[in-house]
């Protein structure tokens, strides 16, 4: 049960790396000051609620959680799909939705944490996760329209709130405008300056001071006060409504998925750089956690997010003492800042909004997704689509659907098995009491059979992080004869783990490779981080390509120890 408490690990915790993990909490603070006010408006609450979300929240996803730079709290997807739960029930007070919902959310994620059902995750493929991604990137970006002409708005199918927005346009208020529109640009001009630059706060702050000098609430500018104040001074205790679960329970599930998907995602993109091994049922835990205590200061339902992770990590954090520190100065924001934010004029945080919706399409994965096979097309524009016609947990539910669909159309999980050269020059697999002969421990050979799809992306991963572990393997060799298909997902497994043998001098060869994956592979520009010379194309004769590839493989290896020895 220890590894269900990992800040009981104090690795990487010393006073002489203090000072780094402090000055990556002040950072993610600064960001996190925007995207909580923002995010909150997004899923229709007010305000405050996104800073508290960025509070206890953030304290206790830092100390349970697996991951040492993962900062949890508010996120733009999340908040999106909670959105239209908040719409549909108009009867209800926002602030007993949001925390019963945090609460619901963070028992369904706890559960699954203690039953160990993380490996789940892998049967969500990247496509369908992009597919929500983007289509919830056009809905934030159309929901703020009205607020950036300050004209009505309305609820609904896409196409019928753009169509009324457009027969409104004639009312735009210019000040609104320029100030949405100025806030958008300011934002992307000081991105291109220095992307070290809090941006988003910058603009902000700029906008609220200009508001404040020129009197411009008083013109119609409509601020922050005016839709729901943040108080001043640390979240107060909250009780949610049990007597809301059944009717939160479907929404709750999307959100436990999303939430886990999301912070999943975040935790194995950081940890492919820091080389930190990962659990994802402490993740899910910790996660759970973390909205289970939100749900008692006001918070909604968090989760793990990518831009201040990645903030965390790029700005040097080396322990979850970030995460803390980040949470405390969170509340210290409140303590002392609260009212300023309340004069924040809402048409800024509209030009931020747009500015977020942009970012959450991601082009070159978009590319890459339809460049890839007919089923990763498939996810991904229904995904996308279903966030047009349904309810978000709807689109959530059917990326879900036709993930599994995808898996038992391809159940047979790919088997991997570790092979060695016999004295007749010819292969085996590699047994305990094996005295095969022909290859030095320094080099080791992987079959790989089955079908390379996303389900697959775990057992992958495990085999290619235990060769980057293993001191003496300096070329791991996988051999795909008998492996059918490749999806993009299994595609990002193999760059990610080249990329990661790379950085420990390594290398990885790909031996039996048909046409259609290589093609697959120059598609996603794979062949840069592998080497185009470590890839081997399978060829009619038995051995003939696994031959060529462990003749590569021993010249690396011979080059490596005349490296060492000079």
């Known amino acids: 049960m220890r590894e269900f408490f990992p800040f009981l690990d104090l690795k990487g915790v010393h006073r002489s790396t203090l000072s780094k993990d402090f000055t990556s909490a002040l950072a993610v603070t600064f960001m996190a000051v925007p995207q909580g006010v923002a995010y909150a408006v997004i899923a229709g609450f007010p305000p405050a609620m996104g800073l508290y979300a960025a ?23 999340v908040s999106l799909l909670v959105s239209g739960g908040v719409a549909a029930m108009l009867d209800a007070d926002p602030l007993q939705i949001g925390i019963t919902l945090a609460l619901l959310v963070g028992l ?18 990247n496509p369908v996760l992009l597919g929500y991604i983007t289509g919830a990137g056009l809905l934030i970006g159309v929901g703020q329209l009205p607020n950036v002409t300050a004209t009505p708005g309305t609820q609904g199918w896409i196409g019928e709130c753009i ?15 320029v100030m949405a529109l100025g806030t958008a640009a300011l934002i992307l001009i000081l991105r291109r300056v220095n992307k070290k630059i809090p941006s988003a706060i910058v603009a902000l702050a700029l906008a609220t001071v200009v508001s ?44 436990a998925v999303l939430s886990l998907v999301e912070s999943s995602a975040v935790a194995r993109a950081i940890a492919a750089e820091t080389g930190q091994r990962l659990n994802t049922s402490v993740e899910f835990v910790g996660q759970g956690l973390a909205n289970i205590s939100g749900a008692f200061v006001g918070a909604y339902p968090t989760s793990g997010s990518l831009g201040r992770s990645a903030l965390n990590h790029q700005n040097g954090a080396e322990s979850r003492c970030s995460g803390v520190i980040a949470g405390v100065l969170m509340l210290l924001v409140l303590l002392v800042f609260g009212p300023v934010v309340n004069h924040t004029p809402i048409a800024a945080l509209a030009g931020l909004l747009l500015v977020v919706a ?53 159940a047979r999980v790919v088997n991997v098995r570790q092979l060695s050269i016999t004295q007749n020059d010819g292969v085996s697999e590699l047994q305990p009491s094996d005295a095969s002969i022909g290859v030095t ?3 080791r050979i992987l079959h790989l059979e089955g079908h390379l799809f996303f389900g697959a992306a775990g057992r992958l991963q495990l085999a290619l992080d ?58 996603l520009d794979a062949l840069a981080f592998i080497g185009e010379d470590n890839v081997f194309d399978a060829q009619p004769q038995w051995l003939e ?7 590569r493989a021993t010249n690396l290896v011979s080059s490596v120890s005349t490296e060492l020895n000079t």
């Open 55 to 77: 509070t206890l929240p953030t304290i206790v996803g830092a100390l349970m959680r697996s991951s040492r730079h993962v900062m949890t709290g508010p996120t733009n997807a």
């Open 108 to 125: 369904i994620q706890f559960l699954a944490g203690i039953l160990r059902l993380g490996v789940l995750i892998d049967y969500i493929s």
């Open 163 to 177: 169509w009324f927005w457009l027969e409104g346009l004639g009312a735009t208020s210019f000040l609104t405008l």
């Open 212 to 255: 404040l000098v020129f009197s411009l609430q008083e013109q119609g500018l409509k601020t922050v006060f005016d839709l729901a104040p943040v108080p001043n001074g640390l979240p107060a205790l909250t009780l949610p409504d049990v007597a809301l679960f059944a009717t939160l329970l479907p929404l709750a599930i999307a959100c």
């Open 358 to 410: 942009v970012d959450l399409m991601n082009m070159d994965k978009i590319r890459l997704t339809l460049k890839s096979n007919w089923a990763d097309k498939i996810s991904f524009l229904a995904t996308f689509l279903g966030t047009w016609i349904l309810s978000l947990e709807q689109a959530i539910y059917l990326g879900v659907f036709i993930s599994l669909v995808f898996f038992f159309r391809k």
């Open 441 to 443: 421990s320094h080099i």
């Open 466 to 523: 235990r060769a980057v572990e293993a001191d003496q393997v300096q070329v791991l060799i996988l051999r795909l004869r008998k492996a059918q298909g490749m999806d993009v997902t299994i595609a990002a497994s193999l760059i990610a783990g080249a990329q990661r043998l790379h950085a420990r001098g390594k290398h990885l060869v790909l031996t039996g490779v048909s046409q259609e994956v290589k093609q697959l592979l120059v598609q």
């Open 545 to 551: 390509a696994f031959q060529a590839a462990l003749k």
